[in-house]
T-cell receptor, first 114, second 112 residues
Framework: DTGVSQDPRHKITKRGQNVTFRCDPI?????LYWYRQTLGQGPEFLTY????????KSRLLSDRFSAERPKGSFSTLEIQRTEQGDSAMYLC????????????FGEGSWLTVV | GNSVTQMEGPVTLSEEAFLTINCTYT??????LFWYVQYPGEGLQLLLK?????DKGSNKGFEATYRKETTSFHLEKGSVQVSDSAVYFC???????????FGAGTTVTVRA
């Protein structure tokens, strides 16, 4: 098992540019999550996929954010017209089905908007 | 709603000292409880978990017991090492939910 993989690990972008992060979950995990973590805080839930269906989006996910999971495998998180407040670590996680299953996290993608 | 409150840090200890990080939760029903650890610049790693009352999770010398009567899941380690320096997060998943709710994290620094 290779674990949850995220790319890129670090991204520096200018305000107003678009960025995209990719997440490859653990093989056969049908649940995929995106979280955001700012310095000194715990991760905050952004969105959740069950296979290819996006079942929940947090109010934190403004209309500049979009997430997809085509074919229920990898996922992308795109941020359009980035703002300095978007600077954070974006964490992807996956789990098998079932409410009590462990959720496994990737290494995260650091975004710095300058 | 579901929430987790954990001890504020930072916590600084000497090697071989005893570590306790308090965690209490608010949730209806019977959530599953987790401790995750985050080393500098890295993502979160599962440290241990417990899925029902009185369960004890353990890993790498760390332990935590699910106490329903006090709605707590305190993390303990009897003898810390410098390599235990990290941020520790308490979290829960409600039995009818699928997403983790995290505490704010506790930064632990162990000095040689």
């Amino acid at each position: 098992d290779t674990g949850v993989s995220q790319d890129p690990r670090h991204k520096i972008t200018k305000r107003g540019q678009n960025v995209t992060f990719r997440c490859d979950p653990i093989s056969e995990h049908n649940r995929l999550y995106w979280y955001r973590q700012t310095l000194g805080q715990g991760p905050e839930f952004l969105t959740y996929f069950q296979n290819e269906a996006q079942l929940e989006k947090s109010r934190l996910l403004s209309d500049r954010f979009s997430a997809e999971r085509p074919k229920g495998s990898f996922s992308t998180l795109e941020i359009q017209r980035t703002e300095q407040g978007d600077s954070a670590m974006y964490l992807c996680a996956s789990s098998p089905g079932g409410g009590r299953n462990t959720i496994y996290f990737g290494e995260g993608s650091w975004l710095t908007v300058v | 709603g579901n929430s987790v409150t954990q001890m504020e840090g930072p916590v600084t200890l000497s090697e071989e000292a005893f570590l306790t990080i308090n965690c209490t939760y608010t949730a209806t029903g019977y959530p599953s409880l987790f401790w995750y650890v985050q080393y500098p610049g890295e993502g979160l790693q599962l440290l241990l978990k417990a899925t029902k009352a009185d369960d004890k999770g353990s890993n790498k010398g760390f332990e935590a017991t699910y106490r329903k009567e006090t709605t707590s899941f305190h993390l303990e380690k009897g003898s810390v090492q410098v390599s235990d320096s990290a941020v520790y997060f308490c979290a829960l998943v409600h039995s009818l939910d699928y997403k983790l709710s995290f505490g704010a994290g506790t930064t632990v620094t162990v000095r040689a």
